[in-house]
């Protein structure tokens, strides 16, 4: 069975940090794409960050340069540091994994993204 789970989550205040932590059992974290998603109620789920088996990186434009995704295969887990926190990115963060390329998806539902395998969500809260 495949799970995703998170960790790492909570409340900051603005200009805070966080960092999250997603490990993967049931699979092999180097042979996929992995990343987190996010939604806010009332807002569109999007893709914040990604990270290819290869080492490659995407960011959306609002978190680049305050987020850094990176992986640690031997523990199968990817991270995601969140620095700078601003009350705009408070939502629940989601980890996901696709055994090809996961969705640069921006839609409604997190369920349409169509990634592999998803965590079960973590709530980011950051007081302005």
């Known amino acids: 069975e495949v799970q995703l789970v998170e960790s790492g989550g909570g409340s900051v205040q603005a200009g805070g940090s966080l960092r999250l932590s997603c490990t993967a059992s049931?699979?092999?974290?180097?042979?996929?794409?992995m990343g987190w998603y996010r939604q806010a109620p009332g807002s569109k789920c999007e893709l914040v960050a990604s990270?290819?088996?290869?080492?490659?990186?995407h960011y959306a434009d609002s978190v680049k340069g305050r987020f850094t995704i990176s992986q640690d295969n031997a523990k199968n887990t990817v991270y995601l540091q969140m620095n700078g926190l601003k009350a705009e990115d408070t939502a629940v963060y989601y980890c996901?994994?696709?055994?090809?390329?996961?969705?640069?998806?921006?839609?409604?539902?997190?369920?349409?993204?169509?990634?592999?395998?998803w965590g079960q969500g973590t709530q980011v809260t950051v007081s302005s």
């Open positions: 990270i290819t088996n290869d080492g490659i990186t």
């Open positions: 049931g699979f092999t974290s180097d042979d996929s794409d």
């Open positions: 996901a994994a696709d055994s090809l390329v996961l969705p640069r998806y921006e839609g409604t539902s997190c369920d349409g993204a169509g990634a592999d395998y």
